[in-house]
């Protein structure tokens, strides 16, 4: 038997079996969204070619899954098989890596809170460098168009922005068709449409600004998101806070069943 595994008639076998079957789910969660991840660039071709991984100048939204996957993974991993094999370094490692995420979060908090305008300053350069790689991914494309239409709005601060993609640019040398306009969806919804007319915002900004706003949604994705926050504050405070909460539930139960692990150890 390993110096780590007890028999442990002490050890209180709710604390265990709650920690392994939560864990557990987690375990699965996580090789789920890995799994997903891995499909996904097997689908663009990425897992052929693995230097195209840092080619897109943009955010891969595959990247989400697999970061989310692997932390969710590892994390059940060592929760799961701790509880049931009563095995004291792999709890302590539970508990010590949750631990840090629980401050790291904690820490991304503040930050974000003193220094709002530098906050706001990243995301627009993190939302135009995505506007750049727009025609690069199919996930990034989908991502952004989610975006622009779950907050009705177009480009960071505006639909001039779009000015920074090589499809959509007004200027003279620029061939392509969808030239000075705005993707489908920064447009407007015609509740009358079943359809979606994805040539909707041909030629929008060509338009006068007055113009504009009758076809399009003129208002940027950052104060839109800024508004969404402070419409939605007690909704966002209350799951960062139960995310917490969890996370301590977490880190306690770990570091208790060591505790009975130990006691039994010392008994012996």
Do not use: H
């Not at 004291?88 to 949750?98: A, G, R």
């Not at 503040?110 to 460098?129: G, R, S």
């Not at 926050?229 to 806070?241: E, H, K, M, P, S």
């Amino acid at each position: 038997m390993s110096g780590n595994q007890y028999k442990g008639n002490d050890v209180s076998c709710c604390i265990k079996y709650f920690i392994f079957g939560f864990n557990i789910l987690f375990w699965l969660l996580g090789m789920a969204l890995v799994g997903i991840g891995l499909w996904a660039w097997s689908e663009k071709g990425v897992l052929s070619n693995i230097s195209s991984i840092t080619d897109l100048g943009g955010l891969d939204p595959v990247w989400l899954f697999m970061v989310v996957g692997g932390v969710m993974f590892i994390l059940g991993f060592a929760g799961c098989i701790g509880a049931l094999r009563e095995n004291t370094f792999l709890l302590k490692f539970f508990s010590v890596f949750l631990g840090i995420i629980f401050f790291l979060e904690l820490t991304t908090g503040v930050l974000a809170f003193v220094f709002k305008d530098w906050i706001k300053d990243q995301l627009n350069l993190f939302i135009n460098n995505n506007i750049r790689a727009y025609r690069d991914d199919i996930d990034l494309q989908n991502l952004i168009d989610f975006t622009q239409e779950y907050w009705e709005c177009c480009g960071a601060f505006g639909a001039d922005d779009w000015n920074l993609n090589i499809y959509f640019n007004c200027t003279d040398g620029n061939p392509s068709r969808e030239k000075c306009g705005v993707p489908f969806s920064c447009c407007t919804k015609d509740p009358a449409e079943d359809v979606i007319n994805t040539q909707c915002g041909y030629d929008i900004r060509a338009k006068p600004d007055s113009e504009q706003k009758d076809y399009i949604n003129v208002k940027g994705c950052v104060p839109q998101f800024e508004k969404w926050l402070q419409d939605n504050l007690t909704l966002v405070a209350g799951i960062f806070i139960g995310v917490a909460l969890l996370q301590i539930f977490g880190i306690c139960l770990a570091q208790n069943l060591v505790s009975d692990i130990e006691a039994v150890q010392a008994s012996w």
